[in-house]
């Protein structure tokens, strides 16, 4: 059974920083291209940061501030999040990229908020 768990999430300040984590079971993860999703408030979901054979692609709002990387001896995804914006505010959620409706975790919530 296919299992994503993400963590991390909290309430920061604008310009700050947080490390959100998403641990897999049930793939062999280390050959599974993975991403990093979200959804804000009265918004879709929208893939913010996609991992694929070691080679990052990035949402244009999130470039340059966001870092995914992975550790396949952990079975873990992370998502590096810097200069956080109002904006960025959202439950953040892990998956395959590309995605499965079957595959959706609780998610973690981000607020960014002075």
């Known amino acids: 059974q296919v299992q994503f768990m993400e963590s991390g999430g909290g309430l920061v300040q604008p310009g700050g920083s947080l490390r959100l984590s998403c641990a897999a079971s049930?793939?062999?993860?280390?050959?599974?291209?993975m991403a990093w999703y979200r959804q804000a408030p009265g918004k879709q979901r929208e893939a913010v940061a996609t991992?694929?054979?070691?080679?990052?692609n990035y949402a244009a709002s999130v470039k340059g501030r966001f870092t995914i990387s992975r550790d396949n001896a952990k079975n873990t995804v992370y998502l590096q999040m810097d200069s956080l914006q109002p904006e960025d505010t959202a439950v953040y959620y892990c998956?395959?990229?590309?995605?499965?409706?079957?595959?959706w975790g609780q998610g973690t919530q981000v607020t960014v908020s002075s």
């Open positions: 049930g793939v062999i993860f280390s050959i599974t291209a």
């Open positions: 998956n395959i990229n590309p995605s499965s409706a079957k595959f």
């Open positions: 991992l694929t054979r070691n080679t990052p």
